[in-house]
């Protein structure tokens, strides 16, 4: 595997998102904002936890009222470039980051 290395030139380990724990993540979005590449989706889940599908900025659905709370998933991993600002604003600590090394193509 190749050598990340920053700008100027400092070794740089890339750390991928491939997992958000479900039952600590409180749905609170900060992550989906600061990721770059739209990795995350917000998720509907409902009293029994089943994940209800996906909740976008303009649906005020409520899945007919079976709405009990939000999480954030990884919807496209492979778009992750390892920047690791979703990690930064995590108030949850809930996220799964590897090292870009350690990941399998």
């Not at 479900?22 to 989706?41: L, N, S, Y």
């Not at 649906?59 to 990884?74: E, H, Q, S, T």
Request: proline share 5%; hydrophobic share 30%.
């Amino acid at each position: 595997m190749s050598e990340f290395k920053t700008r100027a030139g400092s070794p740089y380990t890339p750390l991928y998102l491939t997992d958000i724990n479900g039952e600590t993540c409180i749905g609170c979005g900060r992550c989906f904002k600061v990721c770059p590449q739209g990795v995350m989706a917000l998720y509907g889940v409902n009293d029994e936890g089943e994940i209800l599908g996906i909740v976008t900025d303009d649906d005020d659905d409520d899945f007919d009222g079976d709405l009990n709370r939000k999480i954030m998933k990884v919807e496209n991993a492979g778009a992750c470039i390892g920047c690791n600002a979703c990690a930064r604003v995590c108030p949850k600590n809930c996220q799964t980051h590897v090292p870009a090394d350690q990941v399998a193509a």
